[in-house]
């Protein structure tokens, strides 16, 4: 396939794929209605551990997080359930996965077919009428010490997650799950080397005096920092809030 072709195609998938996206953003920028959150999970390692866990997840394992989204919606003066969650069980079909240590280009041409196979396999699901899709890579806890960073489609309406196949780590899935779902909403990171959250916009309680350390994090900061160079991972969304900055980026009502 010549260079040009390739190029073309990838201007149509481009075309396709935003054509999509507009009204959703619109969508998720009025907060007029709830939110439809689809979760999918898939067995990343295709391992015993996470099949095992994959076939015991429910619905109920997720609703931390649609509580957390609507109670902190709720502070900002959204009077609606700003989400609602529900669990689309396991995918034999993998999503693209990202490219370690891509470059830009590489990540570009990723979020483009990471579009494309997700609106596609929306046209062929008849019973998906998600507004937003995160698709939850599960790997066992045993065989992987840590994880590539999650990817969440600023205002992109989609997201793939990296979660431990690991009762114990639910409650940190779940705070990883909200922040990548806050990036499809429009949110940015705030933290940085380091995943140190950044001062003021990465910290649930930037005023606090004295500053650290810190008792709650902020969703897209990530962490509750300790010190000025420590940050430790909330063990679940009771220990997380949405700050102004962030609200702001959402189109929540700040005063």
Do not use: C
């Not at 099949?51 to 394992?61: A, H, T």
């Amino acid at each position: 396939m010549s260079r040009q072709l390739r190029y073309l195609i990838l201007l149509l998938i481009l075309v396709l794929v935003v054509g999509n996206e507009t009204y959703l953003k619109w969508k998720v920028a009025s907060w007029d209605e709830s939110l439809q959150v689809r979760i999918y999970a898939i067995n990343a390692d295709n391992s015993n551990a996470s099949n095992s866990y994959i076939n015991r997840l429910r619905i109920s394992d997720f609703v931390a997080i649609e509580k957390f989204v609507n109670r902190e919606a709720r502070r900002y003066g959204i009077n609606i359930d700003a989400i609602r969650v529900s669990y689309g069980g396991e995918l034999a079909d993998v999503p693209p996965q990202p490219p370690v240590s891509g470059s830009a280009i590489d990540n570009i041409i990723w979020s483009l077919k990471f579009r494309f196979w997700a609106w596609f396999r929306e046209t062929e699901d008849e019973h998906n009428d998600a507004d937003i899709n995160l698709y939850v890579n599960y790997f066992d806890v045993a065989t992987r010490q840590s994880l590539q960073h999650s990817a969440g489609l600023r205002g992109g309406l989609i997201a793939l997650i990296n979660g431990f196949a690991d009762r114990s780590y639910r409650g940190s899935n779940n705070v990883v799950i909200t922040h990548e779902l806050m990036h499809t909403f429009g949110a940015s990171d705030k933290y940085g080397r380091g995943n140190q959250p950044v001062h003021p916009d990465g910290f649930a309680d930037p005023f606090q005096d004295p500053l650290y350390p810190q008792t709650r994090a902020e969703i897209m900061g990530g962490r509750i920092p300790v010190n000025a160079s420590k940050a430790k991972m909330p063990d679940s969304l009771s220990d997380v809030v949405v700050n102004v900055f962030t609200a702001s980026e959402i189109h929540w009502p700040v005063k």
